[in-house]
C-alpha cells in the first residue's frame, strides 16, 4: 500500500468517496484485495489525521462497516461500504467574559494589568473559559478570536488587542493569545503588560528580548539562601524523571537561564526572597530556587508542598497543611514591572502589592513556624 497523498485525492483510490467535513462515505473498490486493516485504510482519507486519532474515533462507535460496528484490526474487502466520523475538537477560540480584571494602567496603547493567581494568561488545551484573554476581551469591547482565524483577516480594530503572534503557529499548537507580549504561569500573580496595538507589541516584545524590561517577584521560600544575596545560573529544560516540569540540566539540554536573588527577610525555616529576571524561561525562579533546594512555599510541582526544613509530622505539619489551603500554589508574585512606552518612549514602573492570602501567609510564618494556629 503506497503512501497518502499531501492532500485528499479520491481519485487516487478510485473508490467511490463522499466526503463532507469531518465525515467520509467510501465503497471500496474491487480493485483493494489486499485486506488491508479499516485504521490504516481511513488514513488515506484523513492525511491530515494521525493513525491515533482514528483509532481512537473507532474505539468510540464512530464507524460503521455495512451498517455494523467493526474493530480497528478489521480487514477491509472489495464492495465493503464504510461510514466513519473524525472526531474533532471544536477550535481554540476566546470571546468576551465578564470576568474582573484589576487594570493598573491603560492608554490607547496597552494595558497593565495585575493578574490574580489560579488564572491562566490565554487560552489552550484544558482552558477553553476563564483566561485573563477572556476577561481583557470584555474589558476593551472586544470581538472574538479564533485558531481559525488564521484562514481570515482578522484586524486589532475587530478585536480590541494587538493580534501580532495571537493565532497558531502549527495546527498542532491550538493557542489564541491576543494582546499577550509575556506570560506568568497560572499560580502566580502580578503585574503583566498587554498590548492593545500591533505597533506596541512589537517595540514590547523586542525590550523583553533584549533583557531591558525590569521584572522583580517576591517568593517565600523554604530555609535560606546562602549567601543570603546572588545569582543562580543554569540551562533549564524538560526534567527527563518528570516530563511534567522543567529542571537545571547540562547546558547542550537547555537554554540558558540567569536569576539574581536578595533575601528580604528569614524566618526560622522559611524566607522572603525578592528575584530579578535576566531571561525568561519556563518555570524559571520555581526551578532555579528548587535546584538550590529551596522550593517556593506551597508549590505543589516542585516539591513545595511538604516540609523541607524542622521538624516533621505532629502539629507542625497540621499548622503547614493549613498554609497550603490558605495558599494552595505556589507564593509567588510579579510585584515590579518597568519597560519604555513603545511609542512615547516614557520610562514606565508599576507596583502591586502581594494578593492577601499571601500576605495572610506571611504573616502567619512570621509569628512562628508550628507554635500558632493559621489564622488572622
Known sequence: MGQAPDSFDPD??????????????????STETSGPRIDKYLVRFYPEASRTKIQRAIKKGHLKVNGADVKKSYPVEPGDEIVFRLIRKPPMQAEPEAIPVDVVYEDDDL????????MVVHPAPG????????????????????????RTEVSEEDVGLSMVNALPEAPDHPVVRPGIVHRLDKGTSGLLVVAKRDRAHRPLAEQFKAHTVDRRYRAIVWGHFSPPNGTIEGAIGRDPHHRQRMAVVPDDEGKWA??????VEAHAHTSVAEFKLE????????????????????????????????????????????????????????????FDHPTTGERLHFDAAPPPPWRRVLRVLRQGEGEGAAGD
Open 258 to 263: 540567569r536569576t539574581h536573588y536578595e533575601t
Open 279 to 338: 531571561t525568561g524561561r519556563t518555570h524559571q525562579i520555581r526551578v532555579h530556587a528548587r535546584a538550590q533546594g529551596h522550593p517556593l512555599l506551597g508549590d505543589p510541582k516542585y516539591d513545595g508542598q511538604r516540609i523541607r526544613y524542622g521538624t516533621q509530622g505532629g502539629a507542625r505539619e497540621d499548622f503547614f497543611a493549613d498554609l497550603f489551603d490558605i495558599l494552595p500554589h505556589p507564593a509567588l508574585h510579579a510585584y515590579r514591572l518597568g
Open 127 to 150: 482552558h477553553r473559559s476563564g483566561t485573563l484573554v477572556h476577561a481583557l476581551l470584555h474589558h476593551v469591547d472586544g470581538g472574538e478570536v479564533s485558531a481559525d482565524d488564521e
Open 12 to 29: 487516487h483510490y478510485e473508490a467511490d468517496v463522499r466526503r463532507e467535513e469531518n465525515v467520509v462515505e467510501v465503497t471500496v473498490p
Open 111 to 118: 494595558l497593565v494589568v495585575n493578574k490574580p493567581a489560579g
